[in-house]
């Protein structure tokens, strides 16, 4: 009797694990590269690289799509370039140039810098709400692992649990994956207002003011700043992802 529970325990783990992966992998996509979805971009690599495309944003790394296929140096034709999530380390910054969008994109992008810049009080009130939920899940693990820690002391549940381990494991896993959004109070009291943020390119260090759009685990972004790829080409009106690694909001300016 005990063994026909046990299986039919395990089924339901494998189908709860499943569902309980799907469902963060949707929704684990980070918010400041969702933010320049399907929108033209440029990527910088800290080899020097670049790549641009129209960007697509999943959970396990990044698109560029290009606006027609071109020949490599071999002869192949290529359509788009993909950077895997084990390669962001490698990401400078993810530049959205003003002038190189669609007019539908920038009515949008215009749009959204309005509701950005001195945000109202229901968007405020709003993101308030979100940070508490997204503080909640941040514990979400301790609890998770707590609990479980918990029941594998009862019996015959403990049993059970113990024999699924794997599937435990593996949906606690997915949870911290989903964790993207680290609460940062300092960033926080400066969403929507004028920064300075200095980035670091190569061994030179470059300030950008902005408005300050979003922050996650990863990366800043930051909207309506002059930006220049590269010393002695004129500034063009742009937003940024940048890593947090190697670019930080170092002051209000306003």
């Known amino acids: 009797m005990f063994g026909e529970s046990a299986t039919a325990i395990t089924i339901l783990f494998i189908i709860f694990a499943a569902g309980i992966g ?52 071999e002869g192949h034709d290529e359509t788009s370039y993909i950077l895997y999530k084990y390669e ?91 964790a993207g959004t680290s609460f940062e109070p300092l960033l926080e009291r400066y969403i929507g207002h004028k920064v300075v943020l200095e980035m670091i390119k190569g061994d030179k260090i470059f300030e950008y003011c902005g408005v300050l759009k979003e922050y996650t685990a990863e990366f800043i972004e930051i909207m309506d700043v002059n930006y220049a790829a590269k010393l002695g080409q004129p500034t063009r009106t742009a937003d940024l992802v940048v890593p947090r690694k190697h670019g930080l909001i170092r002051h209000l300016a306003e």
Not at 46 to 61: A, C, F, H, P, Q
Not at 133 to 152: C, G, M, P, Y
């Open 88 to 178: 962001y380390p490698d990401i400078a910054v993810v530049v959205r140039f003003h002038d190189e969008l669609s007019e539908q994109n920038k009515r949008a992008r215009e749009k959204e810098l309005k509701r950005t810049y001195h945000p109202g009080f229901w968007r405020r009130l709003k993101r308030r709400i979100l940070n508490v939920f997204r503080t909640v899940r941040d514990s979400v693990v301790e609890i998770v692992n707590l609990l479980i820690s918990q029941a594998k002391k009862a019996t015959p549940a403990g049993k059970v649990l113990t024999s699924q381990d794997k599937y435990v494991s593996q949906m606690k896993q997915e949870l911290m994956a989903s």
């Open 22 to 73: 799907a469902f963060v992998r949707k929704r684990s996509r980070d918010k400041c590269l969702r933010d320049f979805e399907r929108n033209m971009v440029t990527l910088e690599q800290k080899s020097g690289k670049t790549i641009w495309g129209k960007l697509r944003v999943e959970n396990t790394g990044l698109e560029f799509v290009y606006p027609e296929k071109h020949k490599d140096e």
